[in-house]
Nanobody, 125 residues
Framework: QVQLVESGGGVVQAGGSLRLSCVAS?????????MGWFRQAPGKEREIVAA????????HHADSVKGRFTISRDNSKNTIYLQMINLKPEDTAVYYC?????????????????WGQGTQVTVSS
């Protein structure tokens, strides 16, 4: 069993900030696993927001969030983070944490094998 638990979502005004966290537990080698953040807005498909390699040495950020969002990880805490600044109404979505059995999955959605339940982020204008 693998569990991914997200936290840190909420309601914020445009221009505000939030930091999402995702704690992983169970039968995984977290410090050898690529991880990612995805989001899904109402009526839209799930899209990748950011990805990070097992060591944190490689990252990817979607063009829509570059310069505003930063993915990071702390392997000693089995946790990844998504720091979000200058939030926009179009960032409103449910944000999901995902685990990959690969050391870095990047944008390859099919390589992510476990998903969290999601945390809602709502940005008001």
């Amino acid at each position: 069993q693998v569990q991914l638990v997200e936290s840190g979502g909420g309601v914020v005004q445009a221009g505000g900030s939030l930091r999402l966290s995702c704690v992983a537990s169970g039968r995984i080698s977290f410090d050898m696993s690529g991880m990612g953040w995805f989001r899904q807005a109402p009526g839209k498909e799930r899209e990748i927001v950011a990805a990070i390699s097992w060591s944190g040495g490689a990252t990817h950020h979607a063009d829509s969030v570059k310069g505003r969002f930063t993915i990071s990880r702390d392997n000693s805490k089995n946790t990844i983070y998504l720091q979000m600044i200058n939030l926009k109404p179009e960032d409103t979505a449910v944000y999901y944490c995902a685990h990959s059995g690969q050391r870095y999955a990047g944008t390859m959605t099919s390589l992510y094998d476990h998903w969290g339940q999601g945390t809602q982020v709502t940005v008001s204008s």
